[in-house]
């Protein structure tokens, strides 16, 4: 009975307008980007980034910390499973303090006693935070500022690598009313950024952002970023759900704000003290697909295993690492395919008047969420 269901689900998602979009305007992309990187390779001088050795923080002036204490802050969204669990074993092995948040302790914990496994001299920490509630990213923000405190580690932290993201193939809508995936994959990343962006600056050795972005966002050829389309509420007139088009638009996005932010820390600073980067790891065989019904997921996997286009969580960090890890002075790159290597990526994410406009919009949603957030703690004092 469950397979005849299963069977009848993939059947109605068949016939919709993303299943054919993610099954060609989703590889054709994929398939482009490694040409473009072969063809790199042997007709250009495109440089190759080398994987910089992590920099411990200065002791401190009033007492001599301890090793531990003086270990850059990593923090890790979505990191569960997959790409976001590989990341933290890989990054905690590089010498970071690595904090992992998600939306389920229990997964954190298992995550956690895993990597525990692989890599006795792993320190990790774990916090709860949902990117679809703008009260859950403010909680961890206070959260976090207390076990800084607690910990006697220095107020800071050195990396924050934005890869939570899901695939949701119906319609819902977060706390704050955004659309379910562009409050998770776009909001949630920019306002967590937003809160997290005076502990970054209070770093006293060069710190980063990294947004974990996608091939996909090639395929958006016009996007509008008034509040209506950057929140998802244009989508809800939809008579059917357009997921596939909606992921492609939360990743165009984190490219135009890693771009923007980039851009306004270097005019205000001067230098790069917080580089930005984005990070596309490829195809990647993780539970993003967990809402894609399972007889079509299989075939997808199956079929980009066929064309070697495939990689297991361990290999798909590839890119990510080397955005991590990238000499510090670098700032405003697409990585993508690992070694080192860049791209550039679509013509429209380098358009500077629509990343000012969605910088605009996005700092209006988050200082609203802000303003109700501010308000809803106050009542609660009050009572």
Not at 303 to 321: D, E, R, Y
């Amino acid at each position: 009975m469950v397979a005849v269901k299963e069977l009848i689900e993939a059947l109605k998602f068949s016939c919709t307008i993303s299943f054919w979009r993610m099954c060609f305007l989703w590889t054709f992309p994929l398939i482009v980007s490694y040409i473009r990187l072969l063809t790199q390779y042997i007709f250009t001088n495109k440089p190759i980034y080398n994987r910089c050795a992590v920099v411990p923080l200065p002791p401190s002036s009033s007492s001599s910390k301890s090793s531990v204490r003086r270990l850059p802050v990593c923090i890790i969204t979505g990191a569960t499973s997959g790409l976001g669990a590989a990341a933290a074993l890989a990054v905690s092995e590089e010498g970071f303090f690595v904090v992992l948040a998600g939306r389920s302790l229990d997964k954190l914990s298992k995550v956690m006693s895993e990597i525990r496994k692989q890599s006795n001299e792993a320190h990790l920490e774990a916090f709860e935070v949902d990117l679809s509630s703008f009260s859950s990213i403010m909680r961890f923000k206070e959260s976090l500022e207390k076990w800084l405190l607690d910990s006697d580690m220095h107020p800071s932290i050195q990396l924050l690598i934005n890869n939570a993201g899901i695939l949701a193939t119906t319609s819902g809508l977060t706390a704050e009313g955004h659309d379910r995936m562009m409050g998770i994959n776009y909001i949630g990343a920019f306002s967590l950024t937003e809160a997290l962006l005076p502990l970054l600056k209070n770093s006293p050795i060069p710190s980063r952002i990294v947004n974990v972005t996608s091939f996909t966002h090639r395929n958006v050829s016009n996007f509008q970023a008034e509040k209506e389309t950057v929140s998802g509420k244009h989508y809800s007139k939809s008579k059917h759900y357009p997921c596939a088009e909606i992921y492609e638009n939360s990743k165009l996005c984190m490219l135009l704000f890693a771009y923007e932010l980039h851009r306004q820390l270097h005019l205000t600073e001067g230098s790069y003290p917080i580089s930005v980067m984005a990070a596309d790891p490829g195809a990647v065989k993780t539970n993003i697909m967990r809402e894609v019904p399972c007889y079509i997921s299989q075939v997808a996997f199956t079929a980009l295993q066929f064309l070697g286009l495939l990689q297991s969580p361990h290999n798909g960090i590839s890119s990510i690492l080397d955005a991590s890890l990238a000499p510090p002075e670098t700032s405003g790159l697409y990585f993508f395919g690992g070694n080192g290597r860049t791209l550039d990526s679509s013509a429209l994410s380098y358009n500077l008047k629509l990343s000012r406009e969605l910088w605009d919009t996005s700092c209006d949603i988050f200082q609203d969420s802000l303003l109700n957030y501010n308000r809803l703690s106050s009542n609660e004092k009050v009572d």
